[in-house]
């Protein structure tokens, strides 16, 4: 007969979804020796991605704000009502998006600084976006 114990480790916290969670498998034969350990890392699941809604042309809730440290991995998803051509300043990024669908956007927060996020065609700013230095 073996037993197996299973640890799981706890993320260091910076909410980042940089953490790793750590398992431990340690089999124990019938003698009570240990036979094997075996540790796993696994990266833990990034928090999913801001969600902008626009309605009617404008923006749900008002203007979102993104902030992000540079280095990150800059991501958020926009769902329209309405086709629009979405465009990130300073950035010079973008993406089409249809009538009652969504568009993901996801690119290295390379530059710092304070950049729009605008429905192209109407210029209508539907987010700030924020890179400082990580």
Known sequence: MALFVVLGGEDDGDGGGRAA???TQTTIDRSGTT???QTRERPAEPPPPPRIVVEGGRPRGGV?????????????VVRSDVAEEIHVHGYDITRDVPAGGSVRLSFPARLEGVFEVELHG?????AELRVSPG
Not at 65 to 70: Q, V
């Open 21 to 23: 969670t750590t398992q």
């Open 35 to 37: 036979d094997r350990t």
């Open 64 to 76: 979102e704000r993104l902030t992000f440290e540079s280095g990150d991995r800059i991501r958020f």
């Open 122 to 126: 109407t210029g209508q700013q539907i």
